[in-house]
């Protein structure tokens, strides 16, 4: 990897606040005045209320329908205390939660105030029947253009678990993201139980606007060098982080001798983060959103749009004063400097204000713990994966444009949006005049769409290949896959795990290495898989699996979305 220049932020600004005023309420959780003091300045983004992080008050409700309105704007923001570019809904970054039980419909109203087109994914949700509402632009929509609305209107079915929703490019390193947790109507038996239920949202933090970065990562032209643009400022943890001096902290202010249940989500671009909270161990209890086996570790590493459960229990003394660091290290950026990749926030369950005395992360003393080791995943409820009986390889690449930037493959295809249509209408237009948008089996389409198209429910196998040196996270659309194994390495046809594979949505393909999905081709649609580092995603690194095009022939694609390919 080159990487040869700094990445130098465009704004510094110092923000002056207060951290403590000394007469908070004490609530749950409890953020930093910061918050308020930035809400007050107008066209300026702020911290969501205290709700936003707290779930669990709807469980139990009978099935029913729950309708937002989102409205996503241009404002400016400082997450990490410098001032920059964003792009949020309602005005708050994270974006508003959605919580819902298994069951329930969603009906969100997006409307777009921002110069840009934009779209709306639901990470992980099945949208079985209803794919024209995936919210991939380009893909399964054209984008909400200026001034306009889209309202996104699907059933979550069988889906539970903790999950996040978001802009589908680089608009949501901006801020266009929030979390979207869905209860399930029941957990196994035996599996643990908690007293709160908390969202904790991480991202890594650029100074630089997208736009900015993504044109200039293509083109490798600009003051900065294309290869390091990847590359974050910072972090933060529920919109609030640290850089170069600035001490705000998101605060969960908790009860002394209680279980949480803190719902770690990476709503990221790039980095990856190692989440733990000093002194406490955390019991992992899901994955993405399937629940799994509890394990006990001492943190857990989270790429990009992975989602984990975590239990802590609020009983320890170390710190006499009862505030502890929660910690969302950056990790994979490399040790760069004007990077804070020391990102913390707090827990407190004790009567004081005052920040924890720990100054690095001292674990969880005597306790012999270790990291979660991903390949000792096993879901609570085992699922046996069908044998599969269709099988392909996909290589990966990352290399230098001709004009010295950065570009990525899949089997020698760098992905390009289309501009005002999508797969799907291409697919659907296709079939209505009786003939097919792409042959059964590998294809690429309009240059640069490349696909894997099954007209029949088949169980396929993807062998993820790894070509780059680095980790990329993958994820795919409409689908749950089993892992079925992954190494550094080639693959040799054994290290499958055919018992109890976990499956979920979002999978690190190893340096240099491979990962094996299996999946079933039940969803008809069409399917994006990518690697979730948005700019990686934004040079090319996308193909599309499309699924029974005989019955997406059949959607009834809203006029809205029609209107909205022909502006
Ligand atoms: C709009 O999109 C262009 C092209 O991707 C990008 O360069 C620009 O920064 C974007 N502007 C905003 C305000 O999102
Ligand atoms: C970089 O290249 C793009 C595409 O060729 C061009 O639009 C842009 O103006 C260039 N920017 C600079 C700073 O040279
Ligand atoms: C950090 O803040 C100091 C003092 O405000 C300023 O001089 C310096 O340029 C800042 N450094 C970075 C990397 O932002
Ligand atoms: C928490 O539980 C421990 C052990 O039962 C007890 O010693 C301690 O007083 C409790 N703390 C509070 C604040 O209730
Ligand atoms: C704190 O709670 C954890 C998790 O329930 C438990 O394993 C541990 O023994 C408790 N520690 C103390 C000091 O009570
Ligand atoms: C990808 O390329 C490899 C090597 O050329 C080929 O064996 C494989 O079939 C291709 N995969 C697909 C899905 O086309
Ligand atoms: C395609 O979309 C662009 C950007 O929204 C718009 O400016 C242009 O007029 C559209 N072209 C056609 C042929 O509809
Ligand atoms: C084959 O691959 C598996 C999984 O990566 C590995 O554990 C094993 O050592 C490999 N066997 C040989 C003979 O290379
Ligand atoms: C999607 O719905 C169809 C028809 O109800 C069903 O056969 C199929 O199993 C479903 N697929 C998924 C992934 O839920
Ligand atoms: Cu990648």
């Known amino acids: 990897m080159r990487y040869i220049a700094l990445c130098t932020p465009l704004i510094i600004a110092s923000m002056a606040l207060a951290l403590f005023t000394g007469a908070e309420a004490r609530t749950l959780p409890d953020q930093s005045p910061a918050s308020s003091e930035l809400s007050r300045r107008a066209n300026t983004v702020s911290v969501p209320g205290a709700d936003?992080?707290?779930?669990?008050?709807?469980?139990g409700q009978a099935p029913t329908t729950r309708t937002y309105d989102f409205v996503v704007s241009e404002m400016e923001g400082a997450p990490d205390g410098v001032t920059k570019p964003m792009l949020v809904v309602n005005g708050v970054f994270p974006g508003p939660t959605i919580e819902a039980n298994q069951g329930d419909r969603l009906i969100i109203k997006v409307t777009n105030q921002m110069s840009n087109k934009t779209s709306i994914h639901w990470h992980g949700i099945p949208q079985n029947g209803t794919n024209y509402y995936d919210g991939t632009a380009a893909i399964t929509e054209c984008g909400i253009p200026t001034g306009q609305s889209l309202t996104y209107d699907f059933s979550l079915d069988d889906f539970s678990g903790t999950t996040w929703w978001h802009a589908h490019d680089t608009e949501y390193t901006d801020g266009i993201e929030g979390a979207l947790i869905v209860h399930p109507r029941s957990y196994p038996p035996k599996f643990p139980t908690w007293d709160e239920d908390l969202v904790v949202e991480l991202t890594d933090v650029y100074h630089t606007f997208s736009g900015v970065i993504a044109a200039e990562l293509y083109a490798g032209n600009g003051s900065l060098s294309p290869l390091f643009l990847e590359i974050p400022d910072s972090g933060a943890i529920n919109g609030?982080?640290?850089?170069?001096?600035?001490?705000?902290?998101?605060?969960?202010?908790?009860?002394?001798?209680?279980?949480?249940?803190?719902r770690l989500i990476h709503e990221g671009s790039a980095a990856a983060f190692r989440f733990s909270v000093d002194y406490h161990s955390l019991t992992i209890i899901e994955a993405d959103s399937t629940l799994i086996e509890p394990q006990v570790v001492s943190g857990v590493s989270l790429a990009v749009g992975q989602r984990y459960s975590v239990l802590i229990t609020t009983n320890q003394t170390a710190e006499p004063q009862g505030n502890y660091w929660m910690r969302s290290e950056l990790t994979t950026v490399g040790s760069l400097p004007d990077v804070n990749t020391d990102v913390r926030g707090i827990i407190r369950y004790g009567n004081s204000k005052s920040l924890p005395t720990a100054s690095t992360d001292p674990g969880v003393p005597g306790s012999g713990l270790s990291d979660l080791n991903t390949a000792t995943l096993a879901p609570a409820i085992v699922q046996k994966p069908l044998d599969s009986t269709k099988s392909y390889a996909v290589y990966f690449s990352v290399a230098e444009s001709t004009d010295g930037g950065t570009i990525t493959f899949m089997n020698g295809t760098s992905w390009q949006p289309l501009s005002n249509s999508s797969t799907l209408l291409h697919i659907v237009d296709a079939a209505q005049k009786g003939q097919s948008f792409a042959p059964e089996g590998s294809s690429v389409e309009l240059g640069n769409?490349?696909?894997?198209t099954e007209d029949s429910i088949e169980t396929v196998d993807l062998l993820l290949v790894n070509q780059d040196p680095g980790p990329h996270p993958f994820h795919l659309h409409g689908?749950?896959?089993f892992v079925m194994g992954f190494d550094t390495g080639t693959f040799n046809g054994t290290g499958l795990n055919t018992v109890n594979p976990i499956y979920r949505d979002s999978y690190i393909v190893p340096p240099?290495?491979?990962l094996l999905l299996r999946f079933v081709t039940d969803n008809p649609g069409i399917w994006t898989l990518h690697c979730h580092i948005a700019w990686h995603m934004a040079v090319g690194l996308l193909m599309q699996i499309n699924s029974l095009p005989s019955v997406s022939a059949?959607?009834?694609?809203?006029?809205?979305?029609?209107d909205q390919c022909r502006v």
């Open 240 to 262: 609030i982080g640290q850089y170069n001096g600035s001490a705000n902290y998101f605060d969960f202010d908790l009860k002394p001798n209680k279980t949480y249940r803190l």
């Open 479 to 481: 689908h749950t896959p």
């Open 554 to 562: 059949k959607f009834d694609i809203p006029q809205t979305i029609l």
């Open 52 to 59: 936003n992080f707290v779930v669990g008050s709807i469980i």
């Open 512 to 514: 240099a290495g491979w």
């Open 449 to 452: 769409q490349f696909m894997i």
